[in-house]
């Protein structure tokens, strides 16, 4: 009896884990491109503030932020873009379904990217002006991508 019980708790359980991932079957997708995003905000913000004067440059701090914008820049793919996990289509995505439409040209923005980096790598660690040229060309490929791709949040 007792053995029918737990079996009958399991099986609901795996029903219902079953049931929840159906209902967002893109959710680690959306969570891990938010993140990946998050992480490349988060350094661009600090060589940013080194750019503004806020913060003092610092070669070495900043040449690791260029290095994690980089490393993360080399990640992105359609891994973290599955067909269907679009603006209103998934929770939480702001992803265009031009994305899919269009995936060379899109594709194609992720290399600038990563080209760009690799460029801000090398000028961040020289001066605070390398540092500003560098963020130029990334900061150019994000909103590139962002423009094309990314429905604006209300
Ligand atoms: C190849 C295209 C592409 C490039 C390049 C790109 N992004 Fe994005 N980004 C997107 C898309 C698409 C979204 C919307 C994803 C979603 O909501 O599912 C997004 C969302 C974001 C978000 C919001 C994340 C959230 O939690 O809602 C931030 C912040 C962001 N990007 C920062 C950056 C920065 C900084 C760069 C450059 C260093 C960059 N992105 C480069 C396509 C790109």
């Known amino acids: 009896m007792r053995k029918t019980i737990l079996l009958a708790a399991t099986l609901s359980a795996l029903a219902f884990s079953a049931v929840a ?37 610092d070669a070495a701090i900043a040449g690791r932020a260029a290095s994690n914008v980089a490393a993360i820049a080399s990640v992105l793919s359609m891994d973290q873009f599955p067909a269907g996990s679009e603006y209103q289509a998934a929770t939480d995505s702001f992803a265009l379904p031009a994305i899919w439409a269009t995936q060379d040209d899109f594709l194609a923005k992720i290399t600038d990217l990563n080209t760009a980096a690799a460029a801000l790598k090398v000028a961040s660690a020289t001066d605070v002006e390398g540092l500003k040229a ?3 060309q ?11 791709y990314r429905q604006p949040e209300e």
Request: glycine share 14%; net charge negative; hydrophobic share 45%.
């Open 138 to 148: 990334v900061g150019a490929a994000c909103s590139a991508c962002h423009k094309a």
């Open 134 to 136: 560098g963020m130029g």
């Open 21 to 57: 991932q159906a209902e967002d079957p893109f959710a680690d997708a959306v969570e891990m491109r938010h993140g990946l995003m998050l992480q490349m905000a988060t350094d661009m913000g600090k060589l940013g503030s080194m750019a503004k004067g806020e913060a003092a440059y």
